[in-house]
């Protein structure tokens, strides 16, 4: 799932801060790209090199529970049909999963997996698949075959073949998932501000300047870097308001393939088994609560399309919302929600 949010520090730098503030940045890759963690160690316990090693060690068993594209990965042996010892993030993770199919009645569906894999955009390549074909596949898959939790057998393990060896993806949630689990590492050892930058964003406190954290909403573009509506950059910058928040773009302009001249969006509605087709380019969310609910959410209005992403949005006091449509004049068309207010650059 592509999504794309540029932090912004408003020209801020590091050494620029007051005497008492020690800002860093912890950065490598992780989950298929880049990670940022910029930090203030003022009033932490954590030095700079204990930052540094705990927030990789952190990722790494990330990775090494829930990466779909890790081979060795708790989710990939289980996704093979062996028997896991489970992590605590592997339970916690399923059943999140399971709470967000429920309350998205079914626009999200974790068990999935076959129904990407045969689209092309899982953990496996292939392409266009017939009728028949994803008939069959909607019959055998899905959350709603599963438990609201994974049974644990005499002998501590989760044996997939207990519950139908299903095949698990989280890719709608799990860069949030890693966002909220260093957040709260980082809140724990006294961290007050922050900005975690897995490809989706936390941020919480001020930046280096004093101010709030900025993000950038980019300006919906192609594969090949052309604006879908024939414009490129950012569509505006949204400031937070100091409040901790997590901050998810979604958006079906990047993942796609082309056949018989129709474009095959990356979004696929696990209701009816078929890539999505509307017109909303991109959903950029702000949750107040977590950057698991804002990446669960961003994906969901992607699924629903603008007129339902709109109300979902509004029905919320704790989100707001940026949502990017094209037009039938190829223009794109920018709806906020009454929170979100995006200046120019």
């Not at 529970?65 to 989710?75: K, P, V």
């Not at 019959?139 to 709603?144: E, N, Q």
């Not at 689990?181 to 724990?188: E, K, Q, S, V, Y």
Request: aromatic share 8%; hydrophobic share 35%; glycine share 10%.
């Amino acid at each position: 799932m592509q999504k794309i949010l540029l932090p912004l520090l408003l020209a801020a730098v590091i050494s620029g801060c007051t005497a008492q503030d020690h800002y860093i940045q912890i950065s490598g890759h992780a989950q298929g790209g880049v990670y940022a963690v910029k930090l203030n160690l003022k009033g932490s316990d954590l030095d700079p090199q204990a930052a540094k090693d705990s927030v990789e060690s952190l990722l790494h068993r990330i990775d090494s529970t829930l990466s779909g594209y890790n081979r060795s990965s708790q989710l990939s042996r289980f996704n093979e049909g062996r028997p896991v010892l489970p992590d605590s993030l592997f339970l916690d993770m399923y059943a999140q999963a399971y709470s967000w199919w429920k309350r998205s009645e079914g626009a999200l569906d974790f068990a999935a997996g076959p129904l990407y894999d045969a689209w092309g955009f899982g953990f496996r390549e292939s392409r266009f698949p017939s009728d028949e074909a994803i008939r069959g596949i909607l019959g055998s898959c899905g959350m709603r075959l599963l438990p609201p939790a994974l049974p644990i057998s005499d002998d501590g393990l989760v044996h997939p073949d207990a519950i139908g060896n299903p095949s698990l993806n989280y890719n709608a949630i799990a860069q949030g998932y890693s966002c909220d689990l260093i957040a709260a590492f980082l809140r724990r050892h006294g961290v007050k501000d922050m900005l975690v930058d897995i490809g989706e964003i936390w941020c919480e406190g001020l930046n280096p300047s004093r101010r709030p954290w900025s993000v950038g909403v980019d300006r919906p573009e192609d594969r090949e870097g052309e604006s879908v509506a024939g414009d490129r950059g950012l569509s505006g910058i949204w400031s937070t308001d100091g409040r901790p928040c997590g901050v998810v773009t979604s958006g079906n302009y990047r993942k796609f393939y082309i056949r018989d001249g129709r474009k095959y969006a990356h979004t696929i509605d696990p209701r009816s088994g078929y890539p999505v087709s509307h017109n909303l380019l991109s959903a950029t969310i702000v949750s107040f609560r977590s950057a698991t609910e804002a990446d669960a959410l961003a994906t969901w209005c992607m699924v629903e399309g603008e007129e339902k992403a709109k109300a979902l949005i509004l029905s919320d006091g704790a989100i707001e919302g940026c949502l990017i449509s094209g037009s039938e004049n190829g223009e794109m068309e920018v709806w906020t929600s009454p929170g979100f207010v995006i200046s120019n650059r």
